[in-house]
């Protein structure tokens, strides 16, 4: 009895191993080795996806407003003060010594940005980022900049955040 046995591996099928191999090879050279300006704005755009779930989260516990301030060189997010109506004096009494920031314990705690050099923000629709107890908010896009490098988080009408360069 005779068995044509095939031993080794064909011209083709090492072709495309190779091939396969190769394009493996070149995408983790281009995500290595490719901007490192891009690749840390893109670190601070995912961040802050994530701050402003939990921003949305504390805000939703706390039955609170929490506000995102951007600047050139960070940002912080801060309490809103409750709208209340109280006499005047008591008024006056409530308002002194009051600190809305958040402390360095928290993860919603004022940050640099990552980014090296300053970087710009928009947001769309315009106006501050308020979360509030609203479980769903309004679609928005937010853009930073840095240099001529840009990056888009959008926000869904669910609340999911998605980072886009």
């Known amino acids: 009895m005779r068995i044509d046995a095939?031993?080794?591996?064909t011209l083709l099928e090492m072709m495309v191993v190779l091939l396969i191999m190769g394009i493996a090879m070149g995408a983790a050279s281009v995500s290595a080795f490719g901007d490192p300006g891009m690749r840390?704005?893109?670190?601070?755009?995912?961040?802050?996806?994530g701050l402003f779930m939990a921003a949305q989260t504390e805000a939703r516990a706390g039955g609170g407003r929490i506000a995102w301030r951007p600047g050139a060189q960070g940002y912080a997010f801060e309490r809103l003060p409750?709208?209340?109506?109280?006499?005047a004096r008591m008024a006056v009494r409530s308002a002194g010594g009051r600190d809305d920031r958040f402390g360095a314990d928290s993860p919603l705690?004022?940050?640099?940005w990552l980014s090296s050099g300053p970087?710009?923000?928009?947001?769309?629709?315009?106006g501050a980022l308020v979360f509030g107890g609203d479980w769903v908010g309004a679609p928005l896009e937010i853009t930073l900049s840095a240099g001529d490098?840009?990056?888009?988080?959008s926000r869904s009408g669910s609340g999911h955040y998605e980072v886009r360069p």
């Open 119 to 126: 970087v710009s923000v928009d947001i769309r629709p315009a």
């Open 82 to 87: 409750r709208p209340l109506v109280l006499p």
């Open 40 to 49: 840390t704005l893109r670190q601070d755009a995912h961040r802050l996806a």
């Open 109 to 112: 705690r004022p940050r640099s």
């Open 6 to 9: 095939q031993r080794g591996f």
């Open 149 to 153: 490098r840009t990056v888009r988080i």
